[in-house]
T-cell receptor, first 112, second 116 residues
């Protein structure tokens, strides 16, 4: 079952611009994670934000989490052509089997 | 360099045949996930193991799919009989549960399955 819903489904910007992707989820979570997938490859973990955190930075990545709205955003600053990939949010559920459930992803294209 | 290893990378099989996909999780990890990725459905969680015990397989068609962890170094996903609609990329991932929640998951390169 899908937990996170990403928005937009696809995003195309010019190199150097900032890219913002959003994720909404439904259940209670312990943490929310963002992953990147290059075409034909496995997913790679980018950043994890805990439910008691509101913002986190890692290099050119900035993640925010609003648990009251059950939403998160991923900002990539000063985008590069190499950032072209699909980006997924994943929620670590608290209840039940405490699964890691992924959204549908945002396909990001950086134009040189 | 620790990584999750999946075999085979590609598999083409005829409808009705049995397919077995294998995964070697990272040593020391206590959780293993199997996901299926298609354009239409995205990443679907099929099965989830913690300390080799199956915790959730609600996303898996029980009549034809089965997932096992015979030991800590091997996870298997089997489809019998396979159908064309099973064509997808199957990912295995492993990770650690700290406290009550999953942390970072490490993905293998996937098995691209085509059922004709």
């Amino acid at each position: 079952s899908q937990q996170g819903e990403e928005d937009p489904q696809a995003l195309s910007i010019q190199e150097g611009e900032n890219a913002t992707m959003n994720c909404s989820y439904k259940t209670s979570i312990n943490n929310l994670q963002w992953y990147r997938q290059n075409s034909g490859r496995g997913l790679v973990h980018l950043i994890l934000i805990r439910s008691n955190e509101r913002e986190k930075h890692s290099g050119r990545l900035r993640v925010t989490l609003d648990t009251s709205k059950k939403s998160s955003s991923l900002l990539i600053t000063a985008s590069r052509a190499a950032d072209t990939a699909s980006y997924f949010c994943a929620t670590a559920e608290i209840q039940g089997a405490q699964k890691l459930v992924f959204g549908q992803g945002t396909r990001l294209t950086i134009n040189p | 360099d620790a990584r999750v290893t999946q075999t085979p990378r590609h598999k083409v099989t005829e409808m009705g045949q049995e397919v077995t996909m294998r995964c070697q999780p990272i040593l020391g990890h206590n959780t293993v996930f199997w996901y299926r990725q298609t354009m239409m459905q995205g990443l679907e969680l099929l099965a989830y193991f913690r300390n080799r015990a199956p915790l959730d397989d609600s996303g898996m068609p029980k009549d034809r799919f089965s997932a096992e962890m015979p030991d800590a170094t091997l996870a298997t996903l089997k489809i019998q009989p396979s159908e064309p609609r099973d064509s997808a990329v199957y990912f295995c991932a492993s990770g650690l549960v700290r406290g009550i929640a999953n942390t970072e998951a490490f993905f293998g390169q996937g098995t691209r399955l085509t059922v004709v």
